[in-house]
């Protein structure tokens, strides 16, 4: 069709991006993804239970032909993602028996070890085509802001204290050129005790000389909430902590709404409600483009209703631009004709 591109209409702004998914980059769906966007993330290929599911065996047959793909269509890529507490295999936390690792000097070395010996097989894999990166979500979701130390009880935290995330950065940085920037990247970056831990996380990570360059807001977001002025906030507040720090959209699709109205079908979800999506995309990106720099990059997590983690076998959702036969909705008018 003659639509206007969104990658088009965006890229005075920002790169514009979307997921890539083993069947998402051939045939129609290839060919949205392709006019629409200039930027790709692996939804999942490049999560460590994709990538090193086995220990010592890598499999690298669906991300390589997502960069392939990026490569050959003239796109840069988002890695994603390193140290994160999901899709994580349980032998990274298990001795040679299997049974699970307990703190101990010896199980925190074990533990690094193998975070050193995963980053370095797959950013020495994709070393030939790093020109098409862009950027690295290092570290995902660590922080918990209910914990008075700021960080999430997982497997990682209890057997290397705060050490994994220094070594992931540390480990990133020494094997990817300085124009692929390394970030922390979490969701509910509006949440005023969460922010406040970001901050602490990261002046912590700076004053070690630990090598971050930005911030990801993931932006898993409601149709009412937050706010895109809470969102302007975040973005403002980390700016002016952190001068010169990166700030991207990393993984952005809205829900109808966190406590219902829920559909069964999507059929059933009204016009109106598709229209209230529509006005919200267009309020976010009128947010992102008047924060005029302080957000480079904006991903969505997906393309069209048709592939969405968020829809259910119960909860019908469209939480993205196109519909789930990939025709335009209020939500990509939104975004491309903000008038
Ligand atoms: C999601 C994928 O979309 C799903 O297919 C998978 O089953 C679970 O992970 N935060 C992240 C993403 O950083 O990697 C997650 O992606 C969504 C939440």
Request: with cysteine; net charge negative; proline share 5%.
């Amino acid at each position: 069709t003659n639509l206007p591109s969104v990658a088009q209409t965006q890229s005075a702004y920002f790169p514009i991006g979307t997921i890539a998914y083993s069947g998402g980059i051939s045939g129609v769906q290839g060919d949205l993804v392709t006019k629409h966007f200039n930027s790709l993330v692996s939804e999942n290929d490049m999560k460590w239970n994709s990538l090193q599911a086995t220990q010592g065996v890598f499999t690298y047959t669906n991300a390589d032909a997502q960069v392939a793909f990026a490569k050959a269509k003239g796109m840069k890529l988002r890695g994603h993602t390193f140290a994160w507490h999901q899709q994580v295999p349980a032998w990274v936390f298990q001795d040679a028996n299997g049974n699970a690792l307990t703190p101990s000097p010896a199980s925190k070395a074990l533990v690094l070890q193998r975070e050193v010996d995963h980053i370095t097989n797959v950013l020495n894999h994709f070393a030939p085509n790093v020109a098409s990166f862009y950027a690295w979500d290092v570290v995902n979701e660590v922080i918990d802001p209910s914990q008075a130390d700021c960080m999430r009880r997982s497997s990682w935290y209890t057997l290397t204290g705060t050490d994994f995330i220094d070594t992931a950065f540390r480990t990133a940085r020494a094997l990817l050129p300085a124009s692929v920037k390394l970030y922390y990247n979490d969701y509910s970056t509006t949440d005023a005790a969460k922010l406040v831990c970001i901050q602490k996380m990261v002046a912590g990570l700076k004053s070690r000389g630990v090598p971050i360059d930005g911030i990801g807001h993931q932006m898993h977001i409601s149709l009412n909430y937050p706010t895109p002025a809470a969102v302007a906030n975040t973005v403002r507040t980390l700016a002016t902590a952190f001068p010169g720090i990166s700030q991207q959209v990393t993984e952005m699709d809205i829900k109808i709404n966190d406590n219902g109205p829920f559909y069964t079908l999507y059929e059933d979800i009204p016009a109106s409600v598709h229209a209230q999506l529509g006005y919200a995309w267009r309020n976010y990106f009128n947010t992102f483009r008047q924060l005029n720099g302080l957000i480079d990059s904006v991903t969505i997590w997906g393309q069209g209703d048709n592939h969405t983690w968020l829809t259910s076998g119960t909860e019908a959702e469209a939480p993205l631009l196109f519909d789930t036969s990939l025709k335009a909705k209020p939500a990509y008018w939104g975004v491309v004709d903000p008038s």
